[in-house]
């Protein structure tokens, strides 16, 4: 058997989902009314990428941060650059913050914050996380047990602590995004099959914001924590023939690559289109031996105008570098 039943929004009890003012991720989507300011709680991915959806839409939003930073996991120039244009675009971001309430009446709701802070709008939005949908499954039957988020843990060929039972996708918890569950769930059957099989572990990330953000491999800092001499490419895309044509010229591809052996570590990028532009350099990275190196880049003629030419302009950029 192959558990494979998803997740829903993460609700707290001591929050009224019933009110008609107050939202979870879901629900959000049936909202038949565009409210003119909106306090979304929790400034991950979803968080994120919803702050840049009404603030694209004319309404003022607070976006409440449990943590120091926004999507601490992305390399911190872009985390930078995506703090930025949310602000740019009048999205109020508070850092540290816990709610202690959340209150809705006839005309908006109130959020009171345990640093002592409220705030009022006109409509409220949960977005703190998800829980697998595993609590009516009846999982104690087998002897299985989900961790607090409903999740159940499996080992590298997705076997749950009773062997014969398999799980993929968002009931396994990480990464949580549907391209790694098509994996996953393809994976977990051909290993229960005895076919050839993968433990899907190196995952592009995807963040629909505003700007697009994407990613593979690790980030400068995580290099820099692992002693990993690298060094850096970058292309700005207002620099790029399609960009000025199209009038998209937020956006940067950033290239990691080790200094002797020009290895291609990690690919980071924002702006239009960037989970599309990283598909190339994933590609690549993925090569084995010289296939993966910065000279693939350099010694490869790209379509002008194209987005995929940011690839040559980050190679000689990142190889000006190197001595």
């Known amino acids: 058997m192959v558990i494979a039943t998803g997740s829903r929004p993460y609700r707290p009890a001591d929050i009224n989902f019933r009110h008609p003012r107050i939202y979870c991720s879901d629900t959000i989507l049936s909202l038949s009314h565009t409210p003119r300011t909106l306090v979304i709680f929790g400034a991950g991915v979803i968080g994120c990428e919803y702050a840049s959806i009404f603030s694209g839409l004319g309404v003022k939003v607070d976006l409440i941060n449990n943590r120091d930073s926004l999507l601490s996991f992305l390399d911190d120039e872009i985390s930078d650059a995506l703090s930025y244009h949310l602000r740019k675009h009048g999205v109020l971001v508070r850092h540290n913050e816990e709610y202690e309430s959340v209150e809705g009446d006839d005309s908006g709701v109130i959020v009171r914050l345990k640093s002592g802070k409220k705030i009022r709008a006109d409509a409220f939005l949960w977005a703190n996380g998800r829980t697998g949908n595993t609590d009516s499954l009846g999982l104690e039957n087998i002897g299985l047990t989900a961790n607090g988020r409903g999740q159940l843990s499996v080992d590298e060929h997705y076997r749950t602590a009773v062997s014969h039972i398999y799980a993929a996708?968002?009931?396994?918890?990480?990464?949580?995004?549907?391209?790694?569950?098509?994996?996953?769930?393809?994976?977990?059957?051909?290993?229960?099959?005895?076919?050839?099989?993968?433990?899907?572990?190196?995952?592009?990330?995807?963040?629909?914001?505003?700007?697009?953000?994407?990613?593979?491999?690790?980030?400068?800092?995580?290099?820099?924590?692992?002693?990993?001499?690298?060094?850096?490419?970058?292309?700005?895309?207002?620099?790029?023939?399609?960009?000025?044509?199209?009038?998209?010229?937020?956006?940067?591809?950033?290239?990691?690559?080790?200094?002797?052996?020009?290895?291609?570590?990690?690919?980071?990028?924002?702006?239009?289109?960037?989970?599309?532009?990283?598909?190339?350099?994933?590609?690549?990275?993925?090569?084995?031996?010289?296939?993966?190196?910065?000279?693939?880049?350099?010694?490869?003629t790209f379509n002008y105008p194209t987005m995929a030419e940011a690839y040559r302009v980050a190679a000689q950029n990142g190889l000006n570098r190197v001595f």
């Open 169 to 300: 996708g968002d009931v396994i918890g990480w990464p949580s995004l549907a391209s790694a569950a098509y994996d996953q769930g393809l994976n977990s059957c051909n290993e229960l099959l005895d076919k050839e099989y993968r433990f899907v572990s190196d995952v592009p990330t995807g963040i629909y914001t505003i700007p697009e953000i994407s990613s593979f491999g690790p980030n400068e800092r995580e290099l820099t924590e692992a002693k990993v001499p690298y060094e850096v490419g970058k292309a700005f895309f207002k620099d790029t023939a399609r960009a000025q044509i199209t009038g998209d010229t937020v956006g940067m591809l950033k290239i990691l690559f080790h200094q002797d052996t020009l290895e291609i570590l990690g690919i980071h990028c924002f702006g239009d289109q960037a989970s599309e532009i990283l598909h190339i350099g994933q590609a690549i990275m993925q090569q084995k031996g010289a296939a993966n190196t910065l000279k693939y880049f350099v010694n490869t």
